[in-house]
């Protein structure tokens, strides 16, 4: 894959971006050439190496150190399951003088600084805008550092975030690439993360089995989604036996929270013999269900709408229609 900019800019400012990727779309290799008048030339070499989705050092051509990481838990709380998002721990540059840099992040997962391990210095600051376009980076190691919004690896030479699976434009807020699973993930198929980063985070920027339309999740990462959304949330098992109850119960919910919840539980009559078949599944949605409607109550939003991404999970887990799963979800978050 190569990448080139406008011929119209002056000739030390024109580059050439050639990328290589291995077996599991991961890129581990880019060169940077520079125009010189007739061709590209001076070529730079960054070699990539990693550990799962996790990339632990830059290399030069000939295997020179430039930069390390080191990882620990992401925002899921395990070692990649949110595809290291809020993950990153400690940024190194090798060279004279080498920095050990801690990582400082903000709510959801975006890096806003780098502090020296040994001095206690900031030595680099970021702030973005909501999409994701800096709007601040300074400090002596701010531009060294390639991890910066979403914890994901940004080129400095074009200003695009390499989401694993596709590159995203922070400038336009939209990916480059069309979405792999077509319309499934939503209709408009270079939207990031259903037009709403504030509130949702984007793991890889592919999705050859989609969830929802929103996050963009990896086919196999129905399993997180469940523990990630509902760790603080999960009830005791005895709710599985009032499911029922609960579903039938719509209207009494419907007097509280309005109407909404009313169609939302009718509809879950309607498929009640298809989620009694499933019992994980039904448990999962009677409790995200029954938090949904306790945080609400009490006014907890953003913990309201964690419920609300569970009862979807939960939909398309018993019934494989993400139709209906972005329906209720999208009622529920209205209601919100």
């Not at 970021?126 to 979403?150: D, K, L, M």
């Not at 200003?159 to 408009?188: C, F, H, M, S, T």
């Not at 760790?231 to 039938?248: D, G, K, M, P, Y």
């Not at 009640?272 to 269900?289: F, M, P, Q, V």
Request: glycine share 12%.
């Amino acid at each position: 894959m190569t990448m080139t900019n406008v011929a119209t800019i002056p000739n030390a400012q024109r580059k050439r971006l050639e990328f290589g990727y291995d077996h599991m779309n991961r890129r581990i290799s880019k060169v940077v050439k520079t125009w010189n008048g007739g061709a590209f030339t001076s070529p730079v070499t960054n070699l990539f190496v990693y550990d799962g989705w996790n990339l632990l050092a830059v290399l030069t051509s000939d295997r020179g150190l430039l930069t390390s990481f080191a990882w620990g838990n992401d925002l899921s709380g395990t070692m990649g399951e949110a595809g290291g998002i809020g993950g990153l721990l400690l940024v190194t540059t090798h060279g004279s003088p080498g920095t050990n840099a801690f990582v400082g992040y903000d709510g959801i997962g975006d890096v806003t600084a780098l502090v020296n391990s040994v001095s206690g210095a900031v030595e680099a600051r970021y702030e973005f805008s909501p999409f994701g376009q800096p709007t601040r980076a300074t400090g002596p190691i701010a531009a060294v550092n390639p991890f910066r919004f979403g914890t994901k690896y940004c080129d400095q030479e074009t200003g695009l975030i390499n989401y694993g699976y596709r590159y995203y434009d922070p400038v336009q807020g939209k990916w480059l690439a069309r979405d792999p699973a077509a319309e499934n993930g939503g209709n408009n198929l270079h939207a990031f993360v259903a037009n709403n980063p504030v509130n949702f985070v984007e793991i890889g920027g592919a999705i050859p089995k989609p969830l929802i339309s929103i996050g963009e999740f990896h086919p196999d990462k129905i399993k997180v989604m469940e523990s990630w959304f509902h760790q603080n949330t999960r009830a005791s098992l005895q709710r599985v036996r009032h499911f029922n109850e609960v579903v039938e119960g719509g209207r009494e919910w419907g007097q509280m929270i309005g109407i909404g919840a009313v169609h939302l539980f009718e509809a879950g009559l309607k498929t009640y013999e298809l989620i009694r078949h499933h019992d994980k599944a039904a448990e999962d949605l009677a409790t995200n269900g029954l938090d949904f409607y306790r945080h609400r109550l009490a006014g907890d939003v953003a913990w309201a709408d964690l419920d609300a991404v569970g009862v979807a999970a939960s939909l398309i887990e018993m019934s494989g229609d993400y139709v209906l799963a972005y329906a209720v979800l999208d009622r529920l978050l209205l209601m919100n």
